[in-house]
């Protein structure tokens, strides 16, 4: 079955075919939009909505075109249904719902950080269930008992900020460009271990969960008192901002492997592209013993291969979208089936 996927939940307007017969990906197009938004230093919900109608119908054109298919070839149809911007995951639902419907063919609305998920899944087929996840994202810090897919205990959530967002608000305070965790990553390389001193908060609580807000409010203190914010003093900032981060969700995987007793872990979404990140649990979590996977780079942030994935393995399962378009801006992975 060749399925079209479409992605379009916050700032990148995607589609990508995946044939299951074949288990391979046949292309992707990719229209990201940051250069939109980052005039405004994070993402604007209207302007990311009016894009994504702009370029839907081109992008998967050209992506037909460019493989030598037609609209025909498409057998299944799979857009991201939630969670996500409002108005943004109304463009690709309502795109792939009337394309899905036009060619006759079924449809399926897919979860965003479910498809993060699985897509790791189709690049590392020696995963079994169960295994732990840490899905981390613009939008989302969870640690997750994956038992099969669509049977998924959260152990712990971030209770405020995501670790991608907070990235980005660091980002913000230090001046960076958006999206943030790219630019903190880079400057850090520049910086070193120096007197700035961070919080970890929760850290010394018996639970998995997460908080970011203040560390983000410490951050701001430190950028304030500095009377001359050059180059090395913002560098030596984004060094133990990044490096506190990552010693926060590895003290916090750590735990809860320790609790689940599982001996795979994945990490996803945008924030596990972080080479800081991949080296501190490479060091901390291999070294116990436990498997450790992540997604190549160009499937960390969000695309629509995942979307394509997952379809394929929802619709497989006989699960299709009914004529109505709906999203699911607030969606538990919990939820599903
Ligand atoms: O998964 P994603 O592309 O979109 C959502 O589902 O939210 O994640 C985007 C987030 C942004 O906050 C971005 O700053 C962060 O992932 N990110 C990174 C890196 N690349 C993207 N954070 C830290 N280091 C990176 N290299
Ligand atoms: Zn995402």
């Known amino acids: 079955m060749i399925v079209l996927g479409i992605e379009t939940s916050c700032d990148e307007t995607a589609v990508a075919l995946y044939d299951s017969n074949a288990n391979r990906v046949i292309g992707q197009k990719l229209h990201s939009q940051t250069d939109l938004h980052r005039l405004y230093g994070g993402v604007v919900p209207e302007l990311a909505s009016r894009d994504h109608a702009r370029c839907l119908a081109y992008l998967t054109r050209e992506l037909l075109e460019k493989n030598h298919l037609d609209f025909r070839d498409v057998q299944g149809l799979a857009y991201t249904e939630g969670p996500g911007l409002v108005s943004a995951l109304l463009v690709g639902a309502m795109f792939g719902r009337s394309l899905a419907y036009s060619l006759n063919i079924s449809a399926v609305g897919i979860h965003h950080m479910e498809a993060h998920l699985l897509i790791t899944l189709f690049e590392h087929p020696e995963i079994t269930f169960p295994f732990l996840a840490l899905l981390v994202s613009g939008g989302h810090t969870l640690l997750v008992q994956v038992n099969e897919i669509g049977q998924y205990q959260i152990f712990g959530e971030s209770l405020d900020d995501a670790v991608g967002e907070t990235f980005d608000k660091a980002a913000k305070l230090l001046g960076l460009p958006y999206p943030g965790g790219p630019a903190i990553e880079t400057l850090a390389q520049k910086g070193k271990a120096s007197h700035f001193k961070l919080p970890h908060p929760l850290l010394n609580q018996k639970n998995f969960n997460f908080s970011f807000s203040g560390l983000k409010t410490a951050l701001l203190n430190v950028v304030q008192k500095q009377k001359n914010l050059t180059e090395p003093i913002r560098a030596d900032i984004a060094y133990i901002f990044q490096k506190t981060v990552v010693e926060i969700l590895l003290e916090k995987t750590r735990r809860t492997l320790r609790h689940t007793q599982l001996n795979q872990l994945v990490i996803v979404g945008g924030v596990s592209a972080n080479q800081t990140l991949r080296q501190a649990f490479d060091e901390g979590i291999k070294a116990e013993g436990i498997n450790v996977y992540y997604p190549s780079i160009a499937y960390c942030t969000d ?21 109505a378009v709906k999203i699911k801006p607030k969606w538990s992975l919990e939820t599903l089936g």
């Open 303 to 323: 695309n629509a291969v995942m979307v394509a994935y997952s379809g394929y393995h929802r619709l497989n399962r006989g699960e299709r979208a009914d004529l």
